[in-house]
């Protein structure tokens, strides 16, 4: 906070009578009329944290006004207020994902054709940013990455790329907003689509890789897993921190979800929860609550705990088929019900769906459902103010089929795959990684 | 920042009152804050630990309407047993006031240095601005810009994400 300016002007409470009063409530709501002659008073350093409060979208905007304001972005100071002020904003970024593993793909940035045999290859570096709190869609896009990763986790306003070839791994950490690109060293063990977890916190990342070992060039096993951390207090351990999965587990290439000093993984046939605990690099299972009758699992992380998201059928039973969300107690082992989708609902629901499943992710008070094999049908669900609603489809994405187009043609069918994301101008914890690369260690082994 | 923690009001033993600090307005008003309150604004927080004589501190910078608003605001904030929620809703009604009092809540927290009520009002002014097209920022705010044509064109275009 900046010290008292004993020139600063007497307040103008008195110094004139508001004018119109239709347009006299402050609030946000509707396009509110501004004064100029009450705001051009408004210092500089007060007009900064106004700009600091602004979302991504308004505050890169907003570098049109003038040269200070664009280069508020480069300036320490801004970010740091930025940093201290700005509140978390629980946002989505979505990235497309091919499901015909045939299609012949033209990578955007070469002249090559490139056939993509995994039907997990992107498009093309482009990602759409949903913010749950307005219903808008913005389009994101990545020049920096290369060709051959594929998006894997998110977390701290940043997003990691994976190679996606079969070996030791690439990561790279990218902030979208200002279009960053940071390298992690590779991985130790080659593997082929292993499961990530991301963790950044301010002075800290954690990454985890686990799954998908290469015991030979043509056959994987889930077998192990490797773990990346640095901190600014010099902690650190490059990929040599490994540890032994479970037994016959079946990760799926799934998402791995933060909460609370693990990483939590689906495990599939039969559904079980993995759970990584950093501290003591130790993997254990849990149960899923009624796990025989679960239909698409997901796991989500919300204010801290770990949720999780499935249908439930139970056949022989004479219970309405419902979606249902429970979260995990923090004795780590038992779960409780905490939301179903309203009945009505759940029939629109499934009738869309067709049993072709759905995958979920949730950021915040927010949880996204998305129908595969359809980019246009997700639904957004805010555990605060219990609401459903369907989502706008992305406008960015088109030339698809959306659910509608049912198996036809080789056009262009994907679907969108999303991370829950936190936007940040400024995300100054992939120095440490800087250093990594510098030949002048500052921190001891 | 003081390192010390503020004195809980809740300590005070049952025979001995809530201290009280006394302030006066730029136009001669005396308010009486209680101590707790008062220490949500670290500008006061710095007057109390100097000097505990029981004189009105003076504020030149702040009028009586104002003043009056910004006790009623960290008394709330001092005020336990708040939830979150009705916090919030507080605060919003709080802020619901016409934009003349909005900038003098602003100038009052910067001058008084309390962090809750000066990130509410900028968030604010943040809402209104952020639906305005560049230009409409400009005249608000008088500034004047000195891009040239070609460099708001590479301006917008470096930043087209944020207006399609």
């Known amino acids: 906070m900046e010290a008292f300016n004993a020139s600063m002007p007497l307040p103008f409470s008195y110094l004139f009578t508001s004018e119109g009063s239709a347009a006299n409530s402050s609030s946000s709501s509707g396009d509110p009329w501004m004064d100029t002659r009450i705001w051009s008073k408004l210092p500089q350093s007060l007009l900064d944290r106004v700009i600091a409060f602004l979302p991504p979208p308004a505050f890169f905007r907003a570098r049109l006004v003038c040269k200070r304001w664009y280069g508020l972005l480069f300036s320490n100071t801004f970010l740091e207020l930025c940093f201290q002020v700005s509140p978390d904003r629980h946002c989505f970024i979505f990235f497309k994902n091919k499901i015909h593993s045939t299609y012949i793909y033209q990578n955007n940035n070469s002249n090559n054709n490139h056939p993509r045999s995994s039907s997990s290859a992107s498009y093309s570096m482009e990602g759409y940013l949903f913010n749950p709190y307005e219903i808008t869609w913005h389009r994101l896009s990545f020049p920096l990455i290369p060709s051959g990763f594929s998006p894997c986790a998110s977390s701290g306003g940043l997003l990691c790329w994976v190679s996606d070839e079969a070996g030791t791994k690439s990561l790279i950490l990218c902030n979208p907003l200002v279009g960053s690109f940071t390298p992690l060293p590779p991985t130790l063990r080659p593997r082929l689509f292993p499961s990530i977890g991301l963790t950044i916190t301010p002075s800290s990342i954690d990454v985890a890789v686990a799954g998908d070992d290469l015991i030979s060039p043509y056959a994987v096993k889930n077998l192990s897993s490797e773990s990346f951390h640095i901190d600014a207090g010099g902690f650190f351990s490059l990929w040599g921190t490994t540890s032994s999965l479970p037994r016959l587990c079946s990760l799926e290439s799934g998402k791995m979800v933060y909460v609370e000093g693990k990483f939590y993984c689906m495990n599939y046939n039969p559904f079980s929860v993995l759970a990584y605990d950093i501290g003591s690099n130790n993997w254990c299972k849990i149960q899923a609550p009624m796990r025989r009758f679960l239909r698409s699992p997901s796991l989500v992380e919300s204010k801290g705990r770990l949720l999780l998201v499935a249908a439930v059928e139970k056949s022989k039973l004479n219970v309405p088929k419902s979606l249902r969300i429970w979260f995990l107690q923090d004795c780590g082992t038992a779960w409780v019900e905490m939301e179903r989708m309203p009945l009505q609902l759940y029939i629109q629901f499934a009738d869309i769906e067709g049993g072709r499943g759905f995958d979920c992710v949730g950021n915040g008070e927010f949880v996204v459902i998305m129908i595969r094999g359809c980019w246009d049908k997700a639904l957004l669900f805010d555990m605060c103010r219990k609401r459903w609603q369907w989502m706008p489809p992305c406008p960015f994405v088109g030339g698809g089929w959306g659910c509608s187009g049912g198996g036809g043609g080789g056009g262009g069918e994907f679907e969108l795959h999303g991370f829950a994301y936190e936007p940040k101008l400024a995300t100054p914890v992939t120095g440490m990684l800087d250093q990594l690369t510098h030949p002048l260690q500052s921190f001891s082994c | 920042m003081s390192s010390s923690p503020p004195p809980s009001s809740a300590a005070a033993s049952p025979s001995c009152p809530k201290k009280m600090i006394a302030l006066r307005s730029s136009d001669g008003e005396t308010f009486e804050i209680e101590e707790a309150a008062a220490l949500q604004s670290k500008t006061l927080e710095n007057m109390i630990d100097e000097d505990c004589a029981g004189t009105p501190i003076p504020l030149p910078n702040v009028t009586g309407k104002i003043l009056a608003k910004v006790v009623e605001f960290c008394s709330k ?23 003349a009092t909005v900038f ?18 900028c968030n604010v002014v943040a809402d209104m601005i952020r639906g305005k097209t560049p230009d409409e920022i400009r005249k608000f705010f008088n500034i004047k810009s000195i891009f040239s044509p070609e460099e708001e064109e590479e301006v917008r275009r470096e930043n087209h994400w944020a207006f399609e």
């Open chain 2, 77 to 99: 904030h001092a005020e336990p047993g708040v939830d979150d929620e009705s916090l919030r809703a507080w605060d919003a009604e709080f802020v619901n006031v016409e934009q």
């Open chain 2, 104 to 121: 003098d809540y602003i100038l009052a927290a910067n001058f008084l240095e309390i962090p809750t009520l000066l990130n509410l009002t």
